[in-house]
Nanobody, 127 residues
Framework: VQLQASGGGLVQPGGSLRLSCVAS????????LVWFRQAPGREREGVSC????????YYADSMKGRFTISRDNAKNTVYLQMNSLKPEDTAVYYC?????????????????????WGQGTQVTVSS
């Protein structure tokens, strides 16, 4: 069972990146998946979550309108499209799951909800 996050890099403010989280060893179709991020010196924070059953999505307030989470079940992959990036988006981005089908609307952004994590991909927004 493994989650592999990729797609990070260096981008200028206002730019875009698309992160990918590929699952191996299990079928991601059946499970919700969440993106978190952790900036230097800060706690890990929830970015977005996507459910498997109804495709419902959740976003942290600061990401609404700029980030879009989606899934491609044929590729066993969840994406995070990040637009209008700001320097404060600089962080290591992680994907995680807890093998449940739905994001919990009240707690999806809580780190303790998830036991299975990918290794993280660095996003740096700087001119």
């Amino acid at each position: 069972v493994q989650l592999q996050a990729s797609g990070g890099g260096l981008v200028q403010p206002g730019g875009s990146l698309r992160l990918s989280c590929v699952a191996s060893g299990f079928t991601l179709d059946y499970y919700a998946l969440v993106w978190f991020r952790q900036a230097p010196g800060r706690e890990r924070e929830g970015v977005s979550c996507i459910s498997s059953n109804d495709g419902s999505t959740y976003y942290a307030d600061s990401m609404k309108g700029r980030f879009t989470i989606s899934r491609d079940n044929a590729k066993n992959t969840v994406y995070l499209q990040m637009n209008s990036l700001k320097p404060e988006d600089t962080a290591v981005y992680y994907c995680a799951t807890d093998f449940i089908p739905s994001c919990d609307g009240s707690t999806w952004y809580e780190e303790y909800e998830y036991d299975y994590w990918g290794q993280g991909t660095q996003v740096t927004v700087s001119s």
